[in-house]
T-cell receptor
Framework: DVKVTQSSRYLVKRTGEKVFLECVQD?????MFWYRQDPGLGLRLIYF???????EKGDIPEGYSVSREKKERFSLILESASTNQTSMYLC?????????????FGPGTRLTVT | AQSVAQPEDQVNVAEGNPLTVKCTYS??????LFWYVQYPNRGLQFLLK??????LVKGSYGFEAEFNKSQTSFHLKKPSALVSDSALYFC?????????????FGTGTQLKVEL
């Protein structure tokens, strides 16, 4: 079974802090994704990566950056956390492109910025 | 641009009755369509997908979905609901070609199955 793990289930940070969210997958998937989930808005794509050191902006990249130095690990960085970044963050991975393949999700990190 | 709509925020159904969770989509080409389920405090789990072929797609846990191109719909169905089916359901679409690697998700439908 594909396993996608996220470093924290719950995280509380202060406004202005730099925040790192880590995601690791164990199935050698090329594609990895970061979403945020908010009530009434569904899932919105922040960034995705289709290879090591490759990344593309999603629909809401402002205030975020990402890093993918190794194939299995995809990090989401909040450069200066703000209260409007309080949300559930979900990482996912999938086999490569074509959109044919389903995405596998981690359990999520609920981030609260105070 | 691709988009998907889930018109119902919540669906209530009695255990043993059939259930339907609605989804409509908009793409410029032909779609790839997906359903995911999210149980409380968990990540999303894949249920089923439509790529091509038969319009009726069968998936996990007894769920199925019907692709209707003329109505641009992909409704999720189950003949007999269980209390354990209570969860948040998301429809997602990818446009092909040209959709890149992006899935666009709906806003989700909360399914509540009652005894």
């Amino acid at each position: 079974d594909v396993k996608v793990t996220q470093s924290s289930r719950y995280l509380v940070k202060r406004t202005g802090e730099k925040v790192f969210l880590e995601c690791v997958q164990d199935m050698d998937h090329e594609n990895m994704f970061w979403y945020r989930q908010d009530p009434g808005l569904g899932l919105r794509l922040i960034y995705f990566s289709y290879d090591v050191k490759m990344k593309e902006k999603g629909d809401i990249p402002e205030g975020y950056s990402v890093s993918r130095e190794k194939k299995e690990r995809f990090s989401l960085i909040l450069e200066s956390a703000s209260t409007n970044q309080t949300s559930m963050y979900l990482c996912a991975s999938s086999l490569p492109t074509g959109g044919l393949y389903e995405q596998y999700f981690g359990p999520g990190t609920r981030l609260t910025v105070t | 641009a691709q988009s998907v709509a889930q018109p119902e925020d919540q669906v209530n159904v009695a255990e043993g009755n059939p259930l339907t969770v609605k989804c409509t989509y908009s793409v410029s080409g032909n779609p790839y369509l997906f359903w995911y389920v999210q149980y409380p405090n968990r990540g999303l789990q894949f249920l089923l997908k439509y790529i091509t072929g038969d319009n009726l797609v069968k998936g996990s846990y007894g769920f199925e979905a019907e692709f209707n191109k003329s109505q641009t719909s992909f409704h999720l169905k189950k003949p007999s609901a269980l209390v354990s089916d209570s969860a948040l359901y998301f429809c997602a679409v990818r446009d092909r070609p040209g959709g890149g690697n992006k899935l666009t998700f709906g806003t989700g439908t909360q399914l509540k199955v009652e005894l």
